[in-house]
Nanobody
Framework: QFQLVDSGGGLVQPGESLKLSCTTSDFALGSYTVAWFRQAPGKEREWVSCNGVRDGLTRVADSVKGRFAINRDNAGNTAHLQMNSLKPEDSAIYYC?????????????????WGQGTQVTVSP
């Protein structure tokens, strides 16, 4: 079973930044649409951002617009979520997801491959 590896979470203070990373050794992530989701305790999983290789679109949820950005390097094989001006309400487990056949999509049902999650905690 192929799997993504997401990393970069941690404990930061409000206003600080974190950069999450997503990669895999199982396939060329650069050919896949990548998305980031998050889930806080007691809440449903929430879409954060996506970057589609088929439609070339990048989308960001309104709740993080202007603060978070998705990008790639390593010929597209590593995806990042740059998170700036973090707020306590951004605290959650963050997951990257990928799929070969979808456009940039905010539904978690369309992505076949998932990371194990990385914890982000924003606290004074």
């Amino acid at each position: 079973q192929f799997q993504l590896v997401d990393s970069g979470g941690g404990l930061v203070q409000p206003g600080e930044s974190l950069k999450l990373s997503c990669t895999t050794s199982d396939f060329a992530l650069g050919s896949y649409t990548v998305a980031w989701f998050r889930q806080a305790p007691g809440k449903e999983r929430e879409w954060v951002s996506c970057n589609g290789v088929r439609d070339g679109l990048t989308r960001v949820a309104d709740s993080v617009k202007g603060r978070f950005a998705i990008n790639r390097d390593n010929a597209g094989n590593t995806a990042h979520l740059q998170m700036n001006s973090l707020k306590p309400e951004d605290s959650a487990i963050y997951y990257c997801a990928a799929d070969l056949w979808v456009h940039c999509d905010g539904s978690d049902e369309v992505y076949k491959y998932w990371g194990q999650g990385t914890q982000v905690t924003v606290s004074p």
